[in-house]
């Protein structure tokens, strides 16, 4: 191979953009992969376009090289599920990794090889727009997903017809964005880079993920593009992570904006180094290298060993086997949107809304009701329900609310729908007539919350509110006194502390995919019963962000005493509006105690913690056991709580259903000095149905130090269900 070729192996180039794919493949760039300076493309779609290119790469070139082609499908390809946000408020790992490979089966169908997902940023600011794309707050949760995402992506191993290459991004800390601001610096200590965001992307590596995608932000002024700590120390050393590392989209060019390289061929070389294989979309590969590493042994060192990584995975893939495999249109007639996948989305959109408030049990709506009043521009807004980002989705795929609605009710139930107000307008001079139709029925559904395009990519919010004159509208519908329950569609918390204390009902649905209506309309017609739990803090207002659950408790702890100087705003109560872990049934449970096999454990050791949970209510339904941990005395202050386990389970009224976790030391081990230190000491163990209502307590003893290997967070707990009589 010669230099050039060798560069553009690292070379990724746009072949159309996410609404438009293809749009890009000119004779321009058909001449490019003849010339073998390409390598793989991202927006490049369908098995006649993917094969057309691949024959001209395979069949036209010197080396014959095929291409990669890279999209991102991030929660479905053509059958959309739910955003991942609202997949991870499953709290269901098989219901995520099924999703994952119902996209890799139509994606793969369609010529693509390659998926820029999961997304596993923790996110612990809701004015940072990219919330929607992760599992929320928290590292335990969010290892579990990640790895299930990949496993799903990636199902059974690459090279498998329907496995597409994972990538696992943004590496790393891009959702600590200050400010919440998209693209921001993060600014982190060193212990909570490793606890928090770290542990996400570690569980993804170990779950076999092809690839790893460099992320935007600067930690601590270091940008991760350039930062061969992470992409090397940490990724390759630490890890013996053996994947491909892709660069955010122009990331490797804005290295200049970053202010760390003087022009293209400095960022192209601090990438290269960094680790970097492959650049996406600013081309410096090609254009800017190849003198400088026939000046330089070392880069060309770097260059050989990205060419040899970008080889193996298109070997690993089966490309040089048939490099037309994917590209197959009858697979692609037969594979996509089928009936089969739609019924994956609607169980998973299902699984994925959560009860959030339900005061007078009014939900599920009672079958007598002569006239519904339905309320909020969003109700009739079936293109949100596709999320922001929607690779081949299509809004005439989603089955919508109203028209789902009207026909499940019963025959005498009448319903009106009014938009009434839109989160896109300060306009409210539809309110009138939606209080007149609430007015004239006897129950209003107020739909109410965000468009797809409030959040996702560069959607940074300053006002965690509810948008345009929704607040109005829901303000004039609840001074009418009917009955009302609000459903939100949103892609992050929203501050909405007056709607929550004045409405009686609220069903979280976040953005549901192609099946949202019919399943919105089982969970509130009672033929399904939520069990979703929140994955994120809801704060009251907009000014208290970042605010979230595992936080330290400070020398002052919050107090709700205003007479005691505690960590806390005057103006504000110190609890959240909605707490991380939170959603309710349709049905009750009760907690028996924690029961210890043993009360002491020693590094190398496990325990297990059992505890019995039992409906005590009348219908069928979920519940997500919950187990937090919390290490009271340690050499560094800890969180007040960590998420150590869980798991979600379906049980019949009357039904005990005993659940069983092994937890090990070095769950709880310390961050420092660049290891993982497992310390002695006590550690309190809670269950319950979320961090704050915990029904449960517990303390074991950790009997000796020592070291782990794996951030804390990233190790998971085993958990056995047994059936009690
Ligand atoms: C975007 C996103 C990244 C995405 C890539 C390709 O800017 O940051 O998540 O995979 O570009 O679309």
Known sequence: ????????????????????????????????????????????????????LQRIAVEESRLGIPLLFAMDVIHGYRTIFPVPLAMASSWDPELVEGAAHVAAVEAAASGIHWTFAPMVDIARDARWGRIVEG???????????AAAQVQGFQHGGLGKPDAIIATTKHFAAYGAAVGGRDYSSADISDRTLNEV??????????????????????????????NRILLHDVLRDLWKYDGIVVSDWMAVDELRNHGVAADGGEAAVLALHAGVDIDMASNLFVTALAERIRADPALAADLDTAVRRVLLTKAKVGLFDDPYRFSDAARERTSILTPQHRTAARDAALRSIVLLKNEGNLLPLAGSLRK???????????????GPWR???????????????????????QLVFEPGASPTSPDGTAIPAAVAAARDADMVLLVVGETFDFSGEARSRSDLGLPGAQQTLADAILDTGKPVVVLLMNGRPLAIDRLAERAPAILETWFLGVEAGPAITDVLLGRAVPGGKLPVTFPRATGSVPFYYNHLPSGRPADADLGKDSARYHDLSITPLFPFGHGLSYTKFDYGPLQLDRREVAPGGSLFVAIDVRNSGSVIGDEVVQLYARDPLASVSRP?????????VTLKPGETRRLRFTLTPEQFAVWGAGRWRIETGSI???????????????????????????????IPTAVHEERLP
Do not use: C, H, W
């Not at 599992?135 to 997903?145: H, M, Q, R, S, T």
């Not at 519904?372 to 807004?381: S, T």
């Not at 690779?391 to 139930?413: E, F, H, W």
């Open 391 to 413: 690779a081949r989705g299509n809004v005439d795929d989603v089955s919508p609310l109203l028209p789902a609605l009207r026909s499940a009710l019963p025959k005498g139930t």
């Open 640 to 648: 007040v709580q960590e998420l150590r386990g869980f798991r979600r």
């Open 684 to 714: 309190e163990l809670m269950a319950g149905s979320s961090s704050a209502d915990i029904r449960s307590r517990g303390s074991i003893t950790i009997s000796a130090s020592g070291e782990g290997t794996a951030p804390a967070a990233a």
């Open 1 to 52: 191979m010669t230099i050039e070729e060798k560069l553009g192996q690292l070379v990724q180039l746009p072949g159309g953009r996410q609404k438009s794919p293809n749009s890009k493949i000119n004779d321009d760039e058909r001449a490019r992969v003849r010339s073998g300076l390409v390598g793989s493309y991202l927006n490049v779609a369908g098995a006649a376009e993917t094969r057309a």
């Open 372 to 386: 519904i009043a339905v309320v909020g521009a969003l109700a009739n807004d079936p293109d949100s329900e596709l």
């Open 197 to 226: 965001y770290l542990p996400p992307f570690y569980a993804a590596a170990k779950a076999g993920s092809g690839s790893f995608m460099s992320a935007f932000n600067d930690i601590g002024g270091v940008p991760a593009t350039a």
């Open 135 to 145: 599992a929320g707050e928290d590292p335990y949760l969010g290892a579990i997903i």
